[in-house]
């Protein structure tokens, strides 16, 4: 089942237009409770969650709009069920606006939910979780999917919540530094 949500910004990162499938979306950044009228005129960076992830999308919509060509940067989009595999296309339109088209192509059913707490990510003993990749750093592997992570750690899924601190791996760091033309 293919997903395509759909959205652009002017050169300010306000929203100008957002197709219904942004819950879904949003869905993974917590805010689901904006409709898409309410989204109009917001900035982007509002829904991006962490630092680092702002930081290096931000560099990615500048290099967009500077050499005016599009990128793709391969992406997952979790939820509790699924790992979702995505491409993100940002690509130049008019006058520094942007159209960010966010394609879910993949989607496999996890033997197991996983439930994230994303209440608590100051807590000192969060999971770093790569915001484009979703893998998550374990002191004793480097950075695995989830699942790995939970039998590596010992963990039942079933009761664990684990706290998780947004951040961007180094591979994705370099992809998003250096991401590849469409
Ligand atoms: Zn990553």
């Known amino acids: 089942m293919k997903q395509v949500t759909v959205y652009t910004v002017d050169k300010s990162d306000r929203i100008t237009s957002v197709n219904s499938t942004w819950n879904d979306f949003a869905d993974k950044n917590d805010a ?8 109009i005129g917001t900035s982007i960076w509002d829904y991006i969650e962490g630092d680092e992830t702002k930081h290096l999308y931000k560099h990615c919509f500048e290099k967009v709009r500077q050499l005016e060509k599009g990128i793709r940067i391969p992406s997952r989009c979790d939820s509790p069920e ?3 595999f995505m491409n993100i296309e940002i690509t130049p339109a008019d006058e520094g606006d942007l159209e960010i088209n966010c394609e879910i192509y993949h989607e496999e ?4 939910n996983i439930k994230f707490d994303r209440e ?3 807590d000192k003993n969060s999971l770093g979780m790569c915001s484009i990749c979703n893998r998550v750093h374990i002191t004793a592997g480097g950075w695995v999917e989830i699942e790995e992570a939970l039998s590596k750690l010992n963990l039942l899924s079933e009761y664990w919540l684990p706290s998780i601190k947004p ?8 992809q998003l530094e250096n991401p590849d033309n469409i």
């Open 82 to 84: 699924f790992r979702r």
């Open 32 to 39: 689901k409770e904006l409709t898409t009228d309410e989204l």
């Open 167 to 174: 951040t961007v791996c180094e591979e994705c760091t370099q």
């Open 120 to 122: 608590t990510i100051q």
């Open 109 to 112: 059913k996890r033997d197991q």
